[in-house]
């Protein structure tokens, strides 16, 4: 059963730094693209960040380019985002999502999601 | 970037209604479109993919039809574990964008 758990969530101050975490399981991760994609409260989708299967490749929506990295470990099957220079607009739950391989890009399974709280 | 607008962005229904939620697209993305359900609390889940072809697992009541920059999902006799909001999502460019959500309500 594919399983994605992201944590490393919480409250930081404007400007601050934080990493969030998200622990695969269940499937080949190093096969496969990852994503991360937020939802501020009350609000819909946005998509943040993707990585190749490799990390190779990285891509990231404007709002966060300079200020967000996303990696990976395969030897820890863990996919990361480094957040800094963090703002109060960048408060939201934050998911991880698996792409799936074939001609439709898509995210076919979602962790739960990590809250992180940009407040002073 | 390109933009996604989806109509209406709420809606109130009946269980057994036929539902259809639009998703445009601010230029063509073939059939690069995606639709994913999302229940209050919880991370988002796969309906639709590549416009219409139903995600493995998904009820055949959910369908989606369109290609270029106009797209529809249908649900066909709602349920009660159907109330929930609806987003599509394009993958063609290399930054993918969501719709803005749609939330079917309960009548």
């Known amino acids: 059963e594919v399983q994605l758990v992201e944590s490393g969530g919480g409250l930081v101050q404007p400007g601050g730094s934080l990493r969030l975490s998200c622990a695969a399981s269940?499937?080949?991760?190093?096969?496969?693209?990852m994503t991360w994609v937020r939802q501020a409260p009350g609000k819909g989708l946005e998509w943040v960040s993707a990585t190749s299967a490799s990390g190779a490749t990285t891509y990231y929506a404007e709002s966060v380019k300079g200020r967000f990295t996303i990696s990976r470990d395969s030897s820890k099957n863990t996919l990361y985002l480094e957040m800094s220079s963090l703002r109060d607009d960048d408060t939201a739950v934050y998911y991880c999502?698996?792409?799936?391989?074939?001609?439709?890009?898509?995210?076919?399974?979602w962790g739960q999601g990590t809250l992180v709280t940009v407040s002073s | 970037d390109i933009q996604m607008t989806q109509s209406p962005s709420s809606l109130s229904a009946s269980g057994g209604d036929r539902l259809n939620i639009t998703c445009r697209a601010s230029?063509?993305?073939?059939?690069?479109l995606n639709w994913y359900q999302q229940r209050p609390g919880r991370g988002p889940k796969l309906l639709i993919y590549?416009?219409?072809n139903l995600q493995s697992g998904v009820p055949s009541r959910f369908s989606g039809s369109g290609s270029g920059t106009d797209f529809t999902l249908t649900i066909s006799g709602l349920q009660p574990e159907d109330f929930a909001t609806y987003y599509c999502?394009?993958?063609?460019?290399?930054?993918?964008?969501f719709g803005q959500g749609t939330k079917v309500e309960i009548k």
């Open positions: 999502q394009q993958s063609y460019s290399a930054t993918w964008t």
């Open positions: 999502a698996k792409q799936s391989k074939g001609v439709w890009p898509r995210l076919d399974y």
């Open positions: 590549g416009a219409s």
């Open positions: 269940g499937f080949s991760f190093s096969d496969y693209g």
């Open positions: 230029q063509s993305v073939g059939s690069f």
